[in-house]
């Protein structure tokens, strides 16, 4: 069975983060609030850099960049993800691509762990606007033996009762994908990762790359969830059940 991956950890949320101009009005913050719908804009067409400093102390690994949909980074733009040792000397992570409506996901073969990240933009067509720029390692959950799973939308409409027992129905947005997925797992090093997702991401969204190979920005329906089951050594039980969460 394929894997599924997670994103929780983006590198811009503890980095210093600078770029070429900003809209005051569209901070530059908006980059990595985890709000995909508020938007950063610069201000000009002209060449663009957002560029990233994780610091001396800490540099966690990168290997996958994600921008959701909502930006405007088509109608000619070129794109360039590039990381250094010393902001000096720049590399690409990946090759450099044009511009396309829609989300951007990137994946590289393999991590990074370097101090310096930018993502440079040329020929843009209109000033910047990106809902979110995330860069980090995906969580690949490997040695998972999936016994079941749903996926598929889910409605997003709330029940009420009258006194008398008549329904009311409120439709409150949109559908949303819907994730539910019973695991059994064999690794105690997939379990110690899981750990650390639930240790960050209780209440925070986070990118779900499904069994079918699709990036979701997803929510934890139980931000609570866990401890592990562990019914015998080096196995561990668990439900991960999440809704998709949207502009």
Same mark, same amino acid.
């Given at each position: ?20 101009? /900003?809209?005051? &009005?569209?901070?530059? $913050?908006?980059?990595? =609030?985890?709000?995909? #719908? ?5 201000? @000009? ?94 969580? /690949?959950?490997? &040695?998972?033996?999936? $016994?079941?799973?749903? =996926?598929?939308?889910? #409605? ?5 009762? @009258? ?85």
């Amino acid at each position: 069975m394929s894997s599924i991956y997670l994103l929780y950890r983006n590198i811009l949320e503890r980095s210093t983060v600078t770029v070429t101009s /900003e809209d005051s &009005d569209y901070p530059k $913050w908006r980059l990595h =609030d985890r709000d995909v #719908g508020k938007k950063y804009k610069g201000t @000009s067409i002209a060449n663009h850099t957002i560029h990233i400093d994780q610091g001396a102390s800490v540099q966690y690994d990168v290997d996958t960049l994600i921008i959701p949909d909502g930006h405007n980074l088509y109608g000619g733009a070129q794109l360039d993800w590039e990381y250094s040792t010393d902001d000096s000397s720049w590399y690409d992570m990946v090759t450099a691509w044009a511009g396309a409506s829609g989300q951007i996901a990137k994946e590289a073969a393999s991590a990074q762990n370097k101090r310096y990240w930018r993502l440079v933009m040329t020929s843009l067509a209109a000033n910047p606007e990106i809902p979110e720029l995330w860069m980090g390692r995906r969580v /690949e959950l490997q &040695d998972v033996i999936a $016994w079941g799973y749903l =996926d598929g939308l889910r #409605g997003n409409v709330q029940r009420e009762d @009258s006194l008398s027992g008549r329904p009311f129905f409120l439709e409150r947005g949109e559908e949303r994908e819907y994730r539910n997925y019973v695991c059994k797992l064999r690794s105690s090093s997939v379990a110690a990762d899981l750990e650390a997702f639930f240790t960050h991401s209780r209440g925070k969204p986070f990118w779900l790359k499904d069994l079918d190979g699709n990036w979701y920005f997803m929510s934890l329906v139980d931000p609570n969830i866990g401890p592990f089951g562990r019914p015998s050594l080096n196995r561990y039980d668990l439900q991960l059940e999440m809704l998709e969460v949207l502009a």
